[in-house]
């Protein structure tokens, strides 16, 4: 008994291993071909051949948005319906999308039902399939914006992140539906270069927060980051400004590219460089020191709303720095941070005495300046 379970179990760890490694196989298949490798689609499709669903969805994708290969819906609907039939969920709701809205087939109701109950059988009970019917309703809402409004794309690919990233379960449902993490990210890569800013920051970010699995992270986040910054995304300059001022990612330290980089992001209004330039002039340990500046860019993200913006807007009235020391609005910007001194009573006595010994150190200073003035 004992020898039959560990050859069970030994069978379902080489199944499972094997189709990890399909998986794996299929993926570098995808990425040759996006580079319009032939012989990779060739191996693809000798694989679908073979009856391997995974392969099949994976052409009905390739077709379906044109990857090194002209658009063909036709063609995708069949790989997707082979690949579900195969083996469910793999296909299912891809096709069911283009039956549901007759989008290169008559419009069929029934077998757009008929698919999505192939992909909801995994789900053990009522409550479990009405939320995988509510996720692929907004899926599928989503979907359709972005088809026919390209400035909804990186919405749609959002909504997607968004369900894969809710831990194991939520990403094995999404994957029914037809969307894997490696399928969100193809799908983004694909449209991120039609030089749109804001899919090449959201590549940038999928790679970066290790949403796949890959060796070279960090160089590829880099390369759309980049590519992102280049193009304008506010965001992806922010963060080429840290990387260059602090020396990340490969890069070599760099002030006056760093600052840049900031100050086009602040340019457009983007809070999380006004506080870092803000940051960056009031330590001077990267730029010069300059209050007047760094209260430029505090106040302006403050008036977003910004916690650190106001903090630090809240020293800079206690001490004194640019501004007159100002212990009731200090007071006020930091309960607006809401930050623990806003809670202290003793708050406003201190900074008043602090105040008053600063001043009283200016006037000792001067007097004695003033003194040895007389005496030479």
Known sequence: MIKRKWNLLLLLGLSFASVCQAGGDIDALYSRIAQKDVQALNELKALAKDNN?????????????????????????????QACHVEEPYGCYNARYFYLHGLGVMQDDVLAKELADKTSKADTDTDAQTVTRLIADEIDTAKQAAESDITQRSRFIETLRQYASG?????????????SKADILHLAEL???ER?????????SLYDSGFVEVDDKEARSLQWFRKAAELGQADAQNILGYFY??????????????????????????ADALINLGESYYSGTQVPLDYARAFEFF???????KSRALNYLAW?????????TDCRKAAELFAQGRTSFADDPHFQVTCEKDRQA???AVAMREKNFAEVNLQS
Do not use: C, H
């Open 316 to 324: 800079m009235y206690t001490n004194g720095q640019f501004v007159d």
């Open 358 to 360: 600063r001043a009283e």
């Open 53 to 81: 669903a995974q392969a099949l969805a994976e052409l009905g994708f390739i077709y379906e948005y044109g990857v090194a290969v002209p658009k063909d819906t036709i063609q995708a609907i069949k790989y997707y319906e």
């Open 191 to 193: 449209w991120a270069q």
């Open 196 to 204: 749109d800013p804001e899919l090449n920051f959201i590549v940038g």
């Open 245 to 270: 001022l602090n020396g990340k990612r490969g890069i070599k330290r760099d002030l006056q590219k760093g600052v840049q980089w900031y100050e086009l992001a602040a340019a457009q209004g983007n």
């Open 167 to 179: 831990g194991s379960a939520m990403a094995a449902r999404i994957t029914r539906l037809g969307y």
């Open 299 to 305: 106040e302006r993200a403050a008036k977003m709303g």
